[in-house]
């Protein structure tokens, strides 16, 4: 089954082929017209089963171009979709008053869902199927004058050759009346159309030079030749049949061609939309997320100069413990130095003082230990103090995990500056005590000093001068 023939009448060509877009398929085949001349040449070549007309065409007006389809032998019965942009509802209703009425009006712009509804009722309606036989030119004048013969004459001198005779512009297109003159020419052979096709095909002799000498000979020639170019005409006109149904066919390929890149045209520009669409979509969602990476970035920024502010009293407050620390190994040392001088004075002591001296010494070789160990013990913490800063230093590179993450180590770094603090503050602590407990040791020291050079002083003053003689000799 042959599927059924849109032909559409639309001055703009993308918007024709956005029309046949709609209708292409297997059930449908469209055709496109600019203008009324091309509408109705269509139209008489081959009636379409629907005609869609739009009423603004640049020659003459659809509602003139309706009646003249409707006035046309072999097209009176198709059905008309007349369309326009400029016309109102009561022009529309005026025509459809007149004997040239299409079958359905609609108002631009276009529905599109409405147009197809409209054009499959009218094609599902059943129209009359117009002839096949419908005659674009209908003259009375003969398709080919022939002038058969005049008397001979006789014979005259030479004369010069005429001039050649300009040759005409090539042309490169066929026009109305170069089709109707064609049509006017086959249509003269057309009753004997199969016969003089096999007559062309016929090998023909040569002409009987015996038949030039006489006037009915040269008639008969002359017939002889007005049959064989009658016989050319003949398949000159199932040629260009051929290449009437080679070129409508060509024609038709490059329209569905062209429909179908109208039809891709159109789904591009609306992927092209649903991509800006789209485009404008994530470009909203990306400002809001960088909108809401930089409240993180800047609330992460605040937390870590939060955490470095910390780390850096942190830090003051343990160089400051350390400078304390150092003032007080200082003080030490110089008091060691004392103790020491004061150690080489009382070895010039009596035996009493060696025992205290050497358990001062004793007590000078365990703080001496215990120095030791609370330097061991500071230099621990300042390798912990590294761990910590090495800890540090990892979680600020790590800090983009998350907030979640910066505060633990925020809280663990805070629990072991505390614990640290409470360290130094027992170290200080003890080192209180036990400088508490060298200024005793010292107060006992220097009253044992004392108590050990008051026999001296004694002595002194019973060997000074002007002392009586007898308790010179009792002390001796």
Do not use: N
Request: proline share 5%; charged share 35%.
């Amino acid at each position: 089954m042959d599927p059924k023939r849109v032909l559409i009448v639309e001055p703009d060509g993308p918007f024709a082929l956005s029309l046949a877009s709609l209708f292409q398929g297997d059930e449908f085949a469209t055709a496109v017209a600019r203008t009324a001349a091309e509408a109705e040449r269509a139209v008489a070549e081959c009636p379409p089963s629907l005609l869609l007309l739009r009423a603004e065409l640049p020659d003459v007006s659809g509602f003139y171009l309706a009646g003249r389809v409707r006035r046309s032998t072999g097209a009176a019965g198709v059905p008309i979709i007349l369309f326009s942009s400029d016309s109102v509802p009561e022009a529309f209703a005026e025509h459809a008053r007149t004997g040239a009425a299409a079958d359905a009006y609609l108002a631009m712009p276009l529905d599109t869902e409405a147009l197809t509804a409209t054009a499959r009722r009218l094609l599902d309606a059943g129209t009359a199927e117009p002839a096949d036989d419908a005659v674009l030119w209908d003259g009375a004048e003969p398709a080919v004058e022939v002038r058969v013969g005049r008397e001979e004459q006789p014979a005259r001198p030479a004369e010069p050759a005429p001039p050649p005779v300009p040759q005409r512009e090539r042309r490169q297109t066929l026009t109305d009346e170069d089709r109707l003159f064609l049509d006017r020419t086959f249509r003269s052979v057309s009753d004997r159309r199969q016969a003089l096709i096999l007559e062309s095909y016929r090998r023909r002799p040569p002409p009987r030079r015996d038949l030039l000498s006489s006037p009915e000979g040269r008639v008969a020639l002359l017939r002889e030749e007005l049959k064989e170019r009658e016989a050319q005409i003949a398949r000159l006109s199932e040629l260009w049949e051929v290449r009437e149904r080679e070129v409508a066919s060509t024609g038709e390929r490059v329209h569905r061609k062209d429909v179908e890149l109208q039809e891709i045209k159109l789904q591009a520009e609306e992927l092209a939309r649903k991509l800006a669409a789209a485009r404008e979509m994530l470009l909203q969602r990306e400002r809001e997320h960088g909108a809401s990476i930089q409240d993180l970035l800047l609330e992460k920024f605040g937390q870590e100069k939060e955490l470095i502010e910390v780390v850096a009293s942190s830090e003051r407050r343990i160089h400051d413990l350390k400078r304390e620390l150092r003032s007080r190994d200082d003080d030490l040392a110089r008091r060691k130095l004392a103790l020491e001088a004061s150690a080489e004075e009382a070895a010039r002591l009596e035996r009493a003082l060696a025992e205290a001296q050497a358990l001062a010494e004793a007590r000078q070789a365990e703080m001496a230990r215990e120095l030791a160990r609370r330097e061991e013990d500071l230099q621990g913490m300042g390798r912990e103090l590294a761990q910590v800063r090495s800890a540090l230093e990892s979680a600020f590179r790590e800090r983009d995990e998350g907030q979640a993450a910066s505060r633990a180590a925020a809280e663990a770094f805070q629990v072991r500056v505390d614990e640290r603090e409470a360290a130094l503050r027992e170290l200080e602590e003890r080192l209180a005590r036990e400088g508490e407990e060298r200024r005793r040791l010292e107060e006992a020291l220097r009253r044992r000093e004392e108590e050990a050079l008051r026999p001296a002083a004694l002595a002194a003053a019973v060997r000074a001068p002007g002392a009586p003689a007898g308790e010179q000799g009792d002390v001796g």
